[in-house]
């Protein structure tokens, strides 16, 4: 007998069988011998067995499976989005209108006309305090400056005023509040 | 033998039962019906977590190989060749998963060894303190156990698959199933010898 197969019926094997090893003690196994050697195995398994048995899980372990498997839907359907996809956070609605939007679109106008009125002549600027636009796109100087030109249309609202000076060669925009 | 997975009359029909049913659902889970899926997922799933807890040897683990095993079951169910019984089909899904988990884990985290017993008033706590032990030598010599002598012991542990299902399963004949389990007996009798009660 093969010496692995014979540790193996003595219980002193440990490791893996190779196929031809399997297939020996499979033969074995078959014959007279090897059917009382088989006596007694679904005892042995079987008691092995239940000490094995897995733990008994709750309900809400289970709960992330059981929405997995129900979002699949008929096979072959579009699938809904696994569970484990965490939606994304809704923005919190704030109780009252905050004024920074204002005050941001009042500071990035003053910063675009400050950038643009640098190719704009002063005294197109200038004049009876109604309402006006200036630079619009039919404006096209006699003599372009060079570089990219930026056409930009300031317009006084009802509620803010715009005043236009020189401070050192640069070109400001005052926007106050008429209130 | 006992009658554990001997083929009995009663036995042969409960199977064929099952299989008749198991073979309705997949019908009409592939017509359409999504509660059909769900069915087949309640029928079977305490099955798959046998084996995927016996692959994994992890509550938190098993279930993830659960998942996975439904997830795959449904995306491959219309190539189902329902040769075979569903539950030795789910079985195989669960022992590739529970294997592939395994390998990309590396290192087997084994759960407590409170998680299996069942707490008895009748039993003291030495005859508790025992029963740990031996569950704990157990899972020792399980996990020393070859993947394929694991496999087929693990398959052997669901009630209902029977020596020819198991071989379905694992891809290889009765008689390599029977020299597995026989193998697997002889590294796990002398723990049960030394525990068995006196």
Redesign the interface.
């Known amino acids: 007998m093969d010496p692995t197969l014979e540790a193996?019926?003595?219980?002193t094997?440990?490791?893996?069988?190779t196929a031809e090893q399997?297939?020996q003690?499979?033969?074995y196994?078959?014959s007279p011998e090897g059917l009382q050697?088989?006596?007694?195995?679904?005892?042995?398994?079987?008691?092995?067995?239940g000490?094995?048995?897995?733990?008994e899980?709750p309900a809400a372990?289970?709960e992330?499976?059981h929405q997995?498997?129900?979002a699949?839907?008929?096979?072959?359907?579009a699938a809904a989005p696994p569970s484990n996809v965490v939606p994304m956070p809704q923005p919190v609605q704030r109780a009252e209108p905050s004024q920074l939007p204002k005050l941001v679109a009042i500071a990035a106008a003053v910063l675009l006309v400050l950038g643009v009125g640098l190719f704009l002549p002063l005294d197109v600027l200038m004049g009876d305090g109604q309402p006006k636009t200036v630079g619009t796109m039919d404006d096209t100087p006699d003599d372009p400056p060079s570089g990219p030109a930026v056409v930009v249309e300031l317009e006084e609202g009802p509620g803010y005023s715009v005043k236009p000076y020189t401070v050192d060669n640069l070109l400001v925009f005052r926007i106050a509040s008429k209130d | 033998?006992?009658?554990?997975?001997q083929a009995s009359g009663s036995t042969d029909l409960g199977r064929a039962e099952a299989r008749a049913q198991d073979k309705k659902l997949i019908e009409r889970?592939?017509?359409?019906?999504?509660t059909?899926?769900?069915e087949i997922?309640e029928r079977h799933?305490h099955a798959v977590?046998?084996v995927a807890?016996?692959m994994t040897r992890n509550?938190?683990d098993?279930?993830d190989v659960?998942?996975d095993t439904?997830?795959k079951a449904?995306?491959s169910?219309?190539r189902f060749e329902r040769r075979a019984a569903l539950r030795t089909w789910l079985c195989q899904i669960a022992v590739h998963q529970g294997i592939d988990l395994g390998r990309r884990k590396k290192v087997r985290r084994a759960?407590s060894l409170e998680?299996?017993l069942v707490p008895s008033g009748e039993r003291g706590p030495r005859a508790e303190a025992r029963?740990r032990e031996?569950?704990s030598a157990?899972?020792e010599a399980?996990a020393?156990l070859?993947e394929?002598?694991r496999t087929v012991?693990v398959l052997?542990?669901v009630k209902g698959l029977s020596y020819k299902e198991i071989a379905e399963a694992v891809g290889c004949?009765v008689?390599?199933v029977?020299?597995?389990?026989?193998?697997?007996?002889?590294?796990?009798?002398?723990l049960?010898a030394q525990f068995a009660p006196r």
């Open positions: 193996v019926l003595n219980g094997h440990r490791g893996d069988l399997e297939q003690l499979a033969e196994l078959e050697a088989l006596s007694g195995l679904e005892d042995d398994l079987g008691q092995a067995a000490y094995l048995e897995p733990p899980l372990q289970w992330r499976v997995a498997v129900r699949l839907g008929a096979p072959g359907a | 033998m006992s009658s554990g997975k889970a592939l017509a359409g019906d999504a059909a899926f769900e997922y799933r977590y046998k807890y016996g509550a938190e098993a279930l659960v998942q439904f997830l449904h995306k169910l219309a759960d998680d299996g029963e031996l569950k157990l899972q399980l020393n070859s394929k002598h012991f052997y542990t004949s008689g390599t029977m020299s597995r389990l026989f193998y697997a007996r002889k590294n796990l009798q002398g049960l």
